[in-house]
């Protein structure tokens, strides 16, 4: 099993910015692709960010494109999403997506969310 803790949301003003982070914990675990969705209040959960394993690859929606920033740190088990030039928009709950290898086998793990909240 792997944990994920997510922190770093909050309330910020439109242009603001914020820093999400998610820890990933457990025994015996590799990290794959990681990244970030978000579910905007009524609607479906959506793609933010991805970055592959190395980090040499990411992939971005197109409303976030330019304004966010997905990075890791994989001796930490740690993913980050820097989130700049916020939008009343990008209100959501944000939640950290890994993709972890357990002995032989790949699983998909999601933390609680954190919610982030961005006034106009």
């Not at 025994?27 to 990244?35: A, E, H, K, M």
């Not at 920033?69 to 944000?94: C, F, G």
């Not at 972890?100 to 954190?114: C, D, S």
């Amino acid at each position: 099993q792997v944990q994920l803790v997510e922190s770093g949301g909050g309330l910020v003003q439109a242009g603001g910015s914020l820093r999400l982070s998610c820890a990933a914990s457990g025994s015996r675990f590799s990290l794959n692709d990681v990244g970030w969705y978000r579910r905007p209040p009524g609607k479906q959960r959506e793609l933010v960010a991805l970055i592959t394993r190395d980090g040499s690859g990411t992939t971005y929606s197109d409303v976030v494109q330019g304004r966010f920033t997905i990075s890791r740190d994989n001796a930490k088990n740690m993913v980050y999403l820097q989130m700049n030039s916020l939008k009343p928009e990008d209100t959501a709950v944000y939640y950290c997506y890994v993709q972890a290898t357990l002995g032989i086998t790949k699983h998909n793990y999601w933390g609680q969310g954190t919610q982030v909240t961005v006034s106009s």
